[in-house]
């Protein structure tokens, strides 16, 4: 089967798959929505030959999970999509799936509903004309990536830590490139306490708790390290109680990117030990629910990214490999020491945005490019 001719033949199955999925909008807390697309992704699952169970959560979409050839040997391959995107129901009014020769527009359809098309449809080509290969695959599609992944994480996690591979869906950049490093991200969350008074009659009785909030902010932007790919912001705050009221409490939030958990654990270890610059203040700092781990570029991260490299030249595709600085659910499992590639989905533009748009010419490329790491990868090769 020569993949990259065979997906070109079969690319208009993909895009009219894909487009059924954009119209079935999803967005991450609107579980009733997610739900509905989850079930028609469940149901064209079990027609390529899955076996599938749901698990259900309370407050987002149910996760789904997939598997075929559970009884072939070998460690499986595990593919990672997230069903949830950032738009609400009913954007599809004010911003229509529309194409433009080959870029085909839509809300959600880049982050990351085309990688979604892929997985489903390559993995139903493949076996419809006798391409799949003999080794446990998994899927998992997930509903809850867009905010934080919270209701997931531990899920992911547990499935994860029996793969010889995961392999994750999010976008693929204008390059086609894919993602050998994601920089962590936390938040952590200062909570200042001062004393209130009467800002024009007795105002020395007061402690100004956005005054100490100032200089602990400018304290904490100066641990900005952009060379180690480290950065710091404070985007949130709020405090005081009235106009004419010494302010007795503020609080702060305060998000951490990291490319390392050794800086991780750095800038855990400053934000822990600040010290009250006025005399009566109190200082408290919570680490806020969520957060991912950092996946690194590290020696087992390049020989993974080496054999992928390796099968893109023999399909006649060029790869390269790039550095995100948002996180995914690539971060958990690469953190967990599987071997981890992510932006295996469709190239496009917009995440996020009103312009969102996959490149259709590019879903057989990528589609050919799993479809060989199905088929060839070997668990054994670079192994540390």
């Excluded at 407050?59 to 598997?67: K, L, T």
């Excluded at 080794?135 to 997931?152: V, Y």
């Amino acid at each position: 089967m020569k993949l990259l001719e065979f997906f070109r033949e079969h690319n208009d199955e993909m895009v009219e798959f894909l487009k059924e999925l954009v119209i079935r909008e999803s967005p991450s807390r609107d579980k009733a929505a997610v739900d509905k697309l989850g079930e028609f992704i469940v149901e064209s699952l079990r027609e390529v030959g899955a076996q599938v169970m749901t698990f259900p959560r309370d407050e987002v979409g149910d996760i789904h999970y997939a598997s075929w050839n559970d009884t072939a040997p070998g460690k499986p391959i595990l593919l990672i999509g997230h069903i949830d995107t950032v738009w609400p129901v009913g954007t599809l009014k004010q911003m229509p799936m529309w194409q433009d020769g080959a870029r085909l527009y839509g809300p959600g359809i880049l982050d990351m509903k085309a990688g979604i098309a892929l997985i489903v449809k390559v993995i139903g080509l493949l076996k419809l004309h006798g391409g799949l290969p003999r080794r446990p695959i998994w899927a998992l599609f997930t509903t809850d990536e867009e905010i934080g992944s919270a209701h997931s994480r531990e899920f992911i996690e547990k499935v994860a830590a029996n793969a010889g591979l995961a392999l994750v869906f999010e976008p693929a950049t204008s390059g086609e490139t894919v993602k050998t490093a994601r920089r962590g991200m936390a938040r952590y969350q200062v909570f200042i306490e001062g004393k209130p008074a009467h800002s024009g009659r007795e105002p020395e009785k007061g402690i100004n708790a956005i005054h100490e909030a100032a200089y602990q902010i400018l304290r904490i932007a100066e641990w900005n390290a952009p060379e180690m790919g480290t950065s710091v912001a404070t985007n949130m705050i709020s405090g005081g109680t009235a106009a004419n009221v010494i302010a007795p409490r503020t609080d702060f939030l305060v998000d951490m990117r990291f490319s390392s958990q050794a800086e991780a654990e750095r800038l855990s270890a400053l934000i822990h030990s600040l010290e009250p610059v006025y005399k009566g203040i109190r200082i408290k700092v919570e680490r806020v629910k969520g957060g991912r781990p950092p996946m690194e570029r590290d020696a087992q991260m390049m020989l993974t990214f080496e054999q992928c490299a390796q099968l893109a030249g023999q399909l006649g595709l060029p790869i390269a490999e790039e550095l995100s600085g948002a996180g995914s659910d690539a971060n958990f499992t690469a953190a967990m020491g599987i071997p981890t590639l992510d932006g295996l989905g469709a190239r496009g533009e917009g995440m996020h945005a009103e312009n969102e748009h996959i490149i259709m010419t590019s879903l057989p490329r990528r589609a050919a490019l799993l479809a060989s790491m199905l088929q060839n990868w070997d668990m054994d090769c670079g192994k540390l």
